[in-house]
């Protein structure tokens, strides 16, 4: 019988590293069983990810709903001085309760001492409205490249003067002052993604971004800010835009709305643009159509809810397509729930030939739908007229594409959408059937 040869045993420890940071957490530290080779490799890993699905497999507790045990943290705590070299990513997501920031605290010192801490992501989950207040020894965390918080109290220290390294800044359901936000975003100067979702704040936000290397920015407004403006981004292309109701007063201020127009107007270099889904109902409270024009805009991507549509937000809607004159490429997410009183103002609204609107008659050649009501005529009435509305104005329209999510095909659908009118001589139209992963030609 030939002998069986170890050869993995001898492979070099680079690459058993490798292998290992290509496991779980909890199976890469069970290889320490395989032999003495292999009983400390782990211990080198440059990575850390505690979430809460590998702690739960990692310690047995699978308490999440409550707060964490002091046994947990000090099994983390254990785990990171364990390990024997340079952690360059550290990731920690558990639920705690708002006392509990010093164990938090205990553990930033902890990767203080490993240094060359490159990426950190620290997600506090905590019962109720409270948020972990941290004071995070941000000035020693200076090889940061990326640094992403959640659920968290910031109050930075003192004698802060940015992170150099640090090109990736993502906050979301934080609490911070308005002064510890211009100084946490502006003194890092090398940023080129930035995501914001701030928590309830009790003082108004004001916010001027302006970061020379920025190219991705993510933004949630809500009734907390009075003021958000890209005042200089030369390099910016790509822009997330969404908005926050916490309240019926807020859903009905047309305060918020003017919040939100003067950030889309302060993006119109940007070639992406992502809007939400309230963004519409918001842009909708204020004055259109304005005067404005999206100069760099090539591909926008458009959350709507086409069976709540009223004759404002179609004006919004309208004013976007007038805004980009150069747009190349729409995506649509349509939201709908079942027909309305508003199907019929829809459809008199959309299936109007629309004239002058520069990207409709020179550049649109893709627009894609996406939408989960495609399962009965009845109800299919708003989604198909949005359809039939860039089939009858996109004059240069190469591909129409429907995404359905939820219903299988039905004919009747596809009899309808075959008798629509289609100006571009070019356009192909396919629905994709996502369930049963199968593709339609309609014409």
């Known amino acids: 019988m030939e002998e069986v040869v170890d050869r993995i045993s001898f492979l070099p420890e680079e690459l058993k590293i490798s292998i290992l940071s290509r496991l779980e957490l909890q199976d890469a530290i069970r290889t320490s069983a395989l032999s003495r080779s292999w009983r400390r490799i782990w211990t080198l890993l440059p990575s850390l990810r505690l979430g809460v699905g590998c702690t739960r497999d990692l310690f047995g507790d699978d308490n999440n709903d409550g707060p964490v045990r002091s046994t947990w943290i000090e099994r983390v705590h254990h785990l990171v001085s364990s390990l024997r070299g340079p952690l360059l990513v550290f990731e920690l997501g558990h639920k705690f309760d708002t006392h509990q920031s010093v164990l938090i605290q205990s553990i930033l010192d ?10 950190l992501y620290l997600c506090c989950f905590c019962r109720g409205d409270q948020l972990v207040a941290l004071h995070l020894p941000l000035p020693s ?5 990326a640094l992403e918080l959640w659920g968290c109290h910031i109050i930075l220290p003192s004698g802060f003067h940015g992170l150099n390294c640090l090109t990736s800044l993502k906050l979301f359901d934080i609490k911070i002052s308005n002064d510890d936000l211009h100084l946490l975003i502006h003194a890092s100067n090398n940023l080129t993604t930035l995501k914001l979702s701030l928590g309830d704040s009790n003082d108004p936000l004001s916010l001027n971004i302006s970061l020379p290397l920025l190219r991705y920015l993510e933004f949630e407004t809500f ?13 910016l292309e790509r822009a997330y835009i969404y908005v926050t109701f916490r309240n019926f007063a807020a859903y009905r201020s047309a305060k918020l709305a003017w919040v939100t127009l003067g950030l889309l107007t302060s993006v119109a270099m940007v070639s992406s643009l992502h809007l939400g889904l309230h963004v519409i109902k918001s842009l909708s409270l204020v004055a259109l159509p304005f005067n404005f024009t999206f100069t760099g805009l090539r591909c926008l991507y458009c959350s709507l809810h086409i069976n ?21 490429e729409l995506h649509l997410w349509e939201r709908s729930s079942g027909q309305t009183n508003m199907v019929a103002l829809i459809r008199e609204l959309l299936l109007k030939k629309q004239d002058g609107i520069s990207c409709l008659d020179q550049t649109l050649k893709r627009v894609m739908i996406n939408t989960n009501i495609l399962n009965d005529l009845t109800n299919l009435v708003p989604s198909i007229t949005l359809v039939k509305f860039f089939l009858l104005n996109a004059k240069v329209l190469k591909l129409m594409k429907i995404w ?14 075959q008798k629509a009118k289609i100006t571009s001589s070019d356009a192909k139209m396919v629905i994709f059937d996502v369930k049963s992963k199968v593709t339609i030609a309609v014409n």
Do not use: C, N
């Open 110 to 119: 902890l990767l203080l001492q490993k240094g060359l801490l490159e990426e």
């Open 141 to 145: 965390f200076q090889s940061i490249k």
């Open 223 to 235: 009734e907390s800010f009075e003021k958000v403006s890209v005042i200089s981004a030369p390099s």
């Open 308 to 328: 709540t549509m009223d004759k404002r937000m179609h004006d919004v809607f309208i004013w976007l397509l007038r805004s980009a004159p150069f747009l190349e």
């Open 404 to 417: 359905q999510y939820t219903f299988p095909l039905e004919s009747s659908m596809l009899m309808e959408l």
